[in-house]
């Protein structure tokens, strides 16, 4: 009697179904890890504990360094528009004579456009979002 | 959310240790899978799975998250197998071939239907090595080619192909086998 194919993917599956470890192997690989944890864990654990405050201390820094950064950037953008706002007419004059043909409105619109676009990029590379 | 999945995110959030008493029975039958079709020893794949799993406890809070975590253990569990035999060799100082028959020697089948399982426990055995190795990760859970293949770090096509050839190999040479018996 030959196998055919099924049965000869049956077998293999039982014949390799048990395949595994002698039991109890992770309760001797526990053993193993405690052993080495009594050995050399607590100065690793303080270590590492240590190596976590410092690490949210300097998160904690940079987060405040790029909303600092983020805030100074936006005060100044506010502070450029608000110029541009009041000044507007004597820009768009200025602007409309040294640019010739182009219509007062859309020169301050494209640049307020570009003032804000550069905002938003300085703003971005800081990581700030404000929407 | 995968079992793996739900390790990955313990070791993210600092709890390694946590992790590590998830990984190590979601990953005991993996690595005791490929460290056993790596050495063809359960006594040695057992000491290198546990090698394997101590060094993990070492190493867990380095993890990255760059590579898959089931592909950074096997690449681990391939090293550390790889070590284990240049060790072996040194040691016994036999050509790889009479290691090999040696270890397959002290082996026994896994318990079940005697005459016949210790057959195709032999004619496994006498596959060529990748053909037994992709034979023995594929039988041991039904798992997926490409398992297999992270397992190994060969590719899929390569596990597919090694499968076909030990499969027919088998199955004439089992045949062979009854028709003499018959």
């Known amino acids: 009697m030959s196998d055919e194919p099924d049965g000869l993917e049956r077998r293999l599956r039982q014949l390799h179904a048990g395949l595994d470890a002698r039991p109890g192997f992770e309760q001797r690989v526990m053993a193993r890890v405690a052993a080495l944890r009594a050995a050399q864990g607590a100065p690793r654990a303080d270590l590492r504990a240590q190596f976590e405050r410092r690490r949210e201390r300097a998160r904690r820094a940079l987060r405040r360094e790029a909303w600092l950064q983020g805030a100074t950037l936006a005060g100044i953008g506010i502070a450029a528009a608000a110029v541009a706002w009041e000044f507007a007419p004597a820009l768009v004059a200025h602007a409309a004579a040294a640019s010739g043909g182009l219509q007062p409105a859309s020169l301050a619109g494209v640049t307020l456009l570009g003032l804000a676009a550069a905002v938003g990029w300085l703003l971005r590379r800081n990581g700030i979002r404000i929407i | 959310m995968s079992a793996d999945q739900a390790i990955v995110d313990l070791i993210e959030a600092g709890?390694?240790?946590?992790?590590?008493?998830?990984?190590?029975?979601?990953?005991?039958?993996?690595?005791?899978?490929?460290?056993?079709?790596?050495?063809?020893?359960?006594?040695?794949?057992?000491?290198?799975?546990?090698?394997?799993?101590?060094?993990?406890?070492?190493?867990?809070?380095?993890?990255?998250?760059?590579?898959?975590?089931?592909?950074?253990?096997?690449?681990?569990?391939?090293?550390?197998?790889?070590?284990?035999?240049?060790?072996?060799?040194?040691?016994?100082?036999m050509s790889d071939q009479a290691v090999l028959e040696e270890v397959e020697r002290s082996s026994p089948a896994p318990a079940g239907d005697e005459a016949g399982d210790a057959a195709l426990w032999r004619q496994v055995a006498a596959l060529p090595e990748k053909q037994r190795q992709v034979v023995t990760l594929y039988y041991q859970d039904e798992r997926p080619v490409d398992e297999v293949a992270a397992m190994l770090g060969i590719p899929v096509n390569t596990v597919k192909t090694h499968l076909h050839r030990a499969r027919a190999r088998l199955a004439a040479a089992l045949g062979a086998r009854d028709e003499v018996t018959a």
Do not use: C, M
């Open chain 2, 15 to 93: 709890r390694a240790e946590e992790a590590f008493d998830r990984l190590v029975p979601a990953f005991r039958r993996r690595v005791y899978g490929l460290a056993y079709s790596l050495l063809r020893d359960r006594g040695a794949a057992e000491d290198l799975a546990q090698e394997v799993f101590v060094k993990l406890w070492q190493v867990l809070p380095q993890y990255d998250g760059r590579a898959q975590l089931s592909t950074w253990i096997y690449a681990i569990t391939r090293n550390a197998a790889v070590s284990a035999l240049r060790k072996r060799r040194r040691t016994l100082s």
